[in-house]
């Protein structure tokens, strides 16, 4: 099945500063690349996706990148601010049968300093 | 719409006991998925439905079981509870055909003594 490995597990930087999450992927069948915020005591939240016909998308100060081809995306925020520390994870999602299954790496927890 | 809701927010079990885990959705999804999340390992599938009447298993179904009679309920049960099914649950949702979006729960989070 899929692997995701996601790196770093934890990531500190100061206010304003950009932070880069990287996300690496085994199955190449994985057509769907979503990345969710979760913040404490709380579900996983969507804040952007991309699929494997589109190499960037950006979302204000979101940004995520994929390269099928060395299968890693990442996951890009600038200017950030202190309601970004959360925790982030990305995840691939490989097509089986009529149903897209989810394969999520570890998480990141981001601590944006002020 | 209230989307994906979880009950109970909270639950300590002894080992051996049985329960069930509700999740509901309003937003008409035909898919339905239950995670598992543990520190350091991200969320797991345990098991999910792509409509009612229809189940399969994820990568750690062992110890659970579901069921699907609605579109709008996918309840969890855990059929003898041990401590390594400490952590906390979320459940998921999302329209059928895709990929999309999966929208979570608020989660609810077991121990298991």
């Known amino acids: 099945g899929e692997n995701v490995e996601q790196h770093p597990s934890t990531l500190s930087v100061q206010e304003g500063d950009s932070a880069v999450i990287k996300c690496t992927y085994s199955d190449s069948a994985s057509n769907y690349f979503p990345w969710y915020k979760q913040e404490l005591g709380k579900g996983p939240q969507l804040i952007i996706d991309?699929?494997?016909?589109?190499g960037e998308k950006k979302d204000q100060r979101i940004a995520v990148t994929l390269n099928k081809t060395a299968k890693h995306f990442s996951l890009h925020i600038t200017e950030t601010q202190p309601e970004d520390s959360a925790v982030y994870f990305c995840a691939a999602s490989p097509p089986k049968d009529n149903f897209n299954k989810f394969y999520f790496g570890s998480g990141t927890k981001l601590n944006v300093k002020p | 719409n209230a989307g994906v809701t979880q009950t109970p927010k909270f639950q300590v079990l002894k080992t051996g006991q049985s329960m069930t885990l509700q999740c509901a959705q309003d937003m008409n999804h035909e898919y339905m998925s239950w995670y598992r999340q543990d520190p350091g390992m991200g969320l797991r599938l345990i098991h999910y439905?792509?409509?009612?009447?229809?189940?399969d298993q994820g990568e750690v179904p062992n110890g659970y079981n579901v069921s699907r009679s609605t579109t709008e309920d996918f309840p969890l049960r855990l059929l003898s509870a041990a401590p390594s099914q400490t952590s906390v649950y979320f459940c998921?949702?999302?329209?059928?055909?895709?990929?999309?979006?999966?929208?979570f729960g608020p989660g609810t989070r077991l121990t298991v003594t």
């Open positions: 991309i699929r494997s016909n589109v």
């Open positions: 439905s792509v409509g009612a009447g229809i189940t």
């Open positions: 998921a949702s999302s329209p059928n055909r895709g990929p999309y979006e999966q929208y």
